[in-house]
């Protein structure tokens, strides 16, 4: 949101793998002006940070590569605190090598590698600032990332993820002597990932994933070096061996990682051939082609990672060869994809035309996958529908336009598309065609149930029967499912979209650790089954974080289901029981448990049109309401053994947008102010005071983390601050005076706009009563009627410029939505000085009692809110969804069908319309409707 008053091993192809990256110094040359401007004119992302960061601007017009390098390592010099350094830093790096890129002055190897040295960096200064935050002083023994993937390799894109494993060797760990090792463990991890990952004013460094780990649904973020060893020799599966194909140990306690990798390196170099490993591999390959559901030729919207032809196949392509003869050959042990196409032809195993060609490829690839990513910084392989993006991409390359760089990408994919074919049919064998009597008969079977590819649909049950599938392994989770088996597919088949709800169930039956509980539970509760299959199919963001949370469908057994929650004491009292011993990070995951269970459970109902969307997003506004009561409280309690408190002062925690308004969506973000009362010049009472205002933004920061940071039990939500007085310029917590004399001012009018959906959540009864009277004084200034109108109407233009609608259902920026019908409210609420109600609908009754506005608005209001609810689940692209969505999407919104549907939203916006041409004198345009 502006600021601006806007709204808001070393073998020969190692060895040539690294005499590409070498040879680039100060005194190369560059077309540096051409590729500032290319950047600032296709690249937003670069081009702020060239505004941000003039100095090194100026060294990269003067082509001064290296001395931009250096300028860059050291920019996070004087930061106040780690994470803050490491942002500045990775800003300086992601521009200096970019310029250096399209310049032409740094090559693919160097720029890879510039960035994967980064997250090196990165990392060892986090694991360090984690481990001194309780042990002052301490180094980093006993706890090492380890790098995968292509931060392991070296070759890291721009935007790209890390997916570190964390290892620690409990007899070593710098720690507390009362603190547990595992627990210290975790907590240098947990801080970890908030340094690393957690969004600040200043950006983020990397995005974290830590699910490579062994069993990650069930494990701790950190894994002890015993058990991770146990793991990997006895209950690893093919792609954890082709994960450690390009694993090093990049940060901390490096000999230790190095300890680790030469323990399991029988596990990923096998010296005898295993065909049941090989068959998993040809799983996996077929698994790449079978699970991408996009172009198949490059165009828009073609993924280059994952299409065919792309650059995942050729990673593939090497680690396949590298799994297979790696453990005889030791010159295949190479952890770069271009030093392992270059040893594979070495060692005569594909031919060199071949590795040339593939090597070609994947490096144009990866710059094109670059390219993408500078635009807007953000984790893309996709090339853009839109032609004039398409276009900017191209030109951003040097190319001519978006025509020529679909061409180049053609003859590429052809090339490896053609190549990956090959190597599909050398392990078909392996897969095995399904010709055994019990798999015809599972053909027809299938056949019987409708599906349509029943061979392929054969092939893929039994394969999860070959160790691939950790919840099948043991023989009384296979004669558990094979109760099932019959019942499920028929479930399946039944399913709206029989062929996305299969898909959908592989996933989750692939990513959960164990599942002899759940196919007992669904054998003896076999209704589950036909929910299942119906979230599976209609609902991909429940589907996802059922594969996330087998037990999830726990909270389905219960007769009280499809009940909605109770009031939000009721939901607190949930969310705070605790045992006598439980600690600060057990409560956070007990929060989220309760809100996860709570949020599914309301999107069952949701599909299920078991409850009006209206009262499901009351819900999910009063479990939100709860979470923050219960984890602001913890979050003190925890910030108070260290700090005390500051005697006459509380944290007062103010909700606004949705969360303000008690209407949240599956997929709301919190709005959240913070702000304190009483003295800002008190000092804290605890052991290490703190002056007030230093005070409550700090703490004020663990209250976002406690709702933010993931823990075992996953995430909770996203928190926006910048509704704060003066936005992320401004601090995080102010005492409510000064937030009330900012309000009365120096407050733009979009803020007052925001101010009239705030409810203060938390606090004590008195404090909370005060604040609600001055922010309702607040409201009730007067205000000159013609300079509200031209701000309202120059902030929603500007929206209408900057935030398009995402596709047709987009019942919230779709001109005529409920954008439009928020400003006409909130402009009528502080021209008028009534009507407020931080609810919508209440604040558009009042309107309308008022002879303001129609009365006949809530309904379209009504309509478009429930659109807007169900189609976070149910179509979350905001596309026509498929027949069977579109239609329980039209039944969620009292719909007969999808047409219907369609022809209330256009009824929807014309209203909208109507009424704002009415009240501003100036039409809405919905041509779009």
Known sequence: MPDNGSPPCGGQGEVLALARALGHSEGVSGDWDNAIARARAYAPFLANALDRQPALAELLAAGKAEAALDWARTAGEGANDVGAALRRERLAIALSVAIGDLAGAFPLARVMRELSDFADRSLDAAIHAAIRQRVPDAGCDGFVALALGKHGAGELNYSSDIDPILIYNPAVLARRERDDPGEAAQRVARRLMELMSHPTAEGYVFRVDLRLRPASEVSPLAISFDAALTHYES??????????????????????????????????????????????????????????GGPTVPGPGYDLKRGRGGIREVEFFAQTHQLIHGGRVPSLRVRGTRAALDALAAAQIISAGDASVLGESYDRLRVIEHRLQMVRDQQTHTLP?????????????????????????????????????????????????????QGRALVVRLRDLGFADADAMARRIESWSDGRVRALRSDAARSAFEAIEDELLAALARAPDPEQAFTRWETFLVSIPTGVNLFRLLEARPGLLQQLAAILSLAPPLADELARRADLLDALIDASALDLPGDVADLVARMERREADDDYQRILDHIRRVVSEQ???????????????????????????????????????????????????????????RLGGGALTHASDLDLVYLFTGDYGVESDGPRPLGSTQYFNRLGQRVNAALSVPTAEGALYEVDNRLRPQGAQGPLAVSAESFARYQREDAWTWEHMALTRARVLTGSDKAKAALQREIAAILDMARDPA???????????????????????????????????EFLIHFLQLKERCGFAPGLGEALNQLAAAGLLPGSLRAQHDFLTRLLVSSRLLAPDMALPAPAAMAALARACGCANGGELLQRLDTARMTVAAVWHACFDEPLETDDA
């Open 235 to 292: 209950s690893a599966l093919a792609w954890e061996r082709a994960a450690y194909i390009r694993g090093r140990a990049a940060a901390g306690d490096v000999a230790l990682g190095e300890e680790f990798l030469q323990a399991i390196r029988p596990f990923v170099w096998r010296k005898s051939l295993d065909f049941g490993a090989i068959a998993e591999i040809g799983h996996l390959i077929r698994r790449i082609r079978d699970h991408y």
């Open 385 to 437: 529908a839109d032609p004039a993006a398409l276009d900017g991409v191209a030109r951003l390359d040097g190319l001519a336009d978006g025509v020529a760089l679909l061409a180049e990408m053609r003859e590429i994919a052809d090339n490896v598309g053609r190549r990956f074919d090959s190597l599909l049919e050398q392990t078909a064998e392996l897969r095995g065609d399904v010709h055994a009597p």
């Open 599 to 657: 949020r599914f459970a309301l999107g069952v109902q949701l599909i299920e049109a078991a409850q009006d969307p209206l009262d499901v997003a009351a819900a999910l506004s009063r479990v939100a309401e709860a979470a923050v009561a219960v984890a602001a409280r913890a979050a003190g309690e925890e910030f108070a053994r260290s700090h005390g408190h500051v005697p006459d002062s509380e944290l007062l925690v103010i909700g606004l947008g």
């Open 787 to 821: 300079k509200l109108r031209a701000d309202v109407l120059a902030m929603r233009a500007e929206m209408a410029a900057h935030k398009v609608p995402k596709g047709p259902l987009d019942a919230k920026l779709l001109r005529g939505g409920l954008v439009d019908l």
